[in-house]
Nanobody
């Protein structure tokens, strides 16, 4: 069974940084797309970044500030977030879709099959 668990969320002041981690287990082989999403109160869940076979994609809001990476040997996914602003406050989720070595858009919610429970990020001004 595929399982994802996020960690690394917390509270930080504007301009600060956080590194989110996602432990992934149960994927049968290396054919998968991985993504980070976030959902702020009262808003829809939105894609932040994706990675598959070393190829990355970022939402405009994340470009130049966030970096997605993975450690395949340890089944870990990361999101390094820099220059955080209050607008980045949200619950952050990691997600995966297994079966292909590429993502489609990589930033669409309905592209993914498995989700973690989320980790809260709060940025204060």
């Amino acid at each position: 069974q595929v399982r994802l668990v996020e960690s690394g969320g917390g509270s930080v002041q504007s301009g600060g940084s956080l590194r989110l981690s996602c432990q992934i287990s149960g994927l049968p082989d290396g054919r998968y797309c991985l993504g980070w999403f976030r959902q702020a109160p009262g808003k829809e869940r939105e894609g932040v970044a994706s990675i598959a076979s070393g190829s990355t994609r970022y939402a405009d809001s994340a470009k130049g500030r966030f970096i997605i990476s993975q450690d395949s040997a340890h089944n870990m996914l990361y999101l390094q977030m820099n220059s955080l602003t209050p607008e980045d406050t949200a619950t952050y989720y990691c997600a995966t879709r297994w079966g292909r070595r590429t993502c489609n858009s990589g930033l669409a919610v309905d592209e993914y099959d498995y989700w973690g429970p989320g980790t809260q990020v709060t940025v204060s001004s």
